[in-house]
């Protein structure tokens, strides 16, 4: 039986996901390792490892740090200092992959997760200051941190800074929760997936990420999921950290606007039933507002996204959508 982490003195473990960029992940997990105490632990989980596997050990072999792979049939943890890394065969999504992570440290004892993405940099603070604000806070379920962003617009790149996002009710897309308050405040806030630090108690509470989104839209479920059972959710502004957004599926491409539409479809199902029927109205008038102005290619968007949510096809998908951004 592996030790618990009160004998190790393990406080945190930190979910780091890959999927076909190891090079960055390394680059998160180098600065995670600089400012993170002994008492914290990094999982570097490698997704699609049947695919994956050789890029990742070529990256890590040029890694300014030490690692090991972890059998998948024990609890033990790595190492202080040490990169515990944990081979997912297939791809199982942000969620699914994840998962694994916290469901091992849950298994080992440890009383507190960070689930970062690979394209993050922790630029201010670290996991020892959620933990004293969990502490000090029992009755929030999840916390974020300040994330730092470049954004396009019409007038050309802002930095943004937010916390989390919230869902609205108009059309149930997402906007940015860019204070404490409005974190706190919005009732459809949700703490971001990007930086999302919990107890694992609470995580097997609500059975940890929903993982059938595969892709977007697991975030604002397991806050709803965390408010359901009554707990609220904060950030941390001590937090600082600088997000490149969007690495895994390109920001803007075809398959990131399919998952975010067809999980879009699930989540009001799932959370806001009432609103189906308004939202199908909307929706028609969307595809029109599109014929209108040939924009042929987000009408296959729209349509095969709606067909599969109608079919109930959750998971990944089997259809050939391209990662690259349009132009």
Not at 80 to 87: A, I, N, S, T
């Amino acid at each position: 039986m592996a030790p618990s982490s009160d004998e190790t003195g393990v406080k945190v473990g930190i979910c780091v996901l890959n999927y076909h960029h190891p090079h960055e992940t390394a680059h998160c997990v180098e600065i995670l390792l600089r400012k993170e105490p002994a008492t914290s632990r990094i999982l570097w989980i490698e997704n699609d490892s049947e695919a994956t596997e050789a890029g990742m050990r070529a990256a890590l072999a040029q890694a300014p740090f030490p690692w090991v792979v972890l059998d998948p049939e024990e609890s033990e943890l790595p190492a202080p200092g040490v990169v515990g890394v944990l081979l997912s065969p297939k791809n199982l999504g942000y969620a699914g992959g994840n998962n694994l992570g916290l469901r091992r440290l849950h298994r080992a004892g440890v009383p507190y997760a960070w689930v970062l993405n690979n394209d993050t940099e922790l630029m201010e603070g670290c996991s020892e200051d959620l933990v004293a604000a969990a502490e000090a806070r029992p009755e929030v379920g999840a916390w974020g941190a300040a994330i730092h962003a470049v954004h396009r617009n019409a007038s050309g790149e802002i930095e943004r800074v937010y916390l989390g996002g919230i869902v609205s009710q108009r059309d149930f897309g997402i906007k940015l929760a860019e204070s404490l308050e409005a974190l706190e405040q919005e009732p459809f806030a949700y703490v971001s997936g990007c930086s999302l630090f919990s107890r694992l108690s609470t995580f097997a509470e609500v059975g940890f990420i929903p993982d059938d989104y595969f892709l977007y839209y697991e975030d604002p479920a397991f806050t709803y999921e965390l408010k359901k059972r009554g707990y609220a959710v904060s950030g941390l502004t001590s937090v600082r950290i600088y997000h490149l957004e969007s690495l895994a599926t390109g920001r803007r491409s075809p398959l990131m606007e399919y998952y975010n539409r067809r999980n879009r479809w699930v989540f009001i199902e799932r959370y806001h039933p009432e609103a189906l029927k308004g939202q199908k109205k909307r929706f028609w008038y969307t595809f029109q507002k599109y014929l209108f102005r040939l924009r042929l290619e987000r009408i296959h968007e729209e349509w095969i996204a709606y067909q599969d949510y109608r079919k109930g096809r959750l998971g990944p998908t089997v259809r050939n959508l391209s990662r690259s951004a349009r132009g």
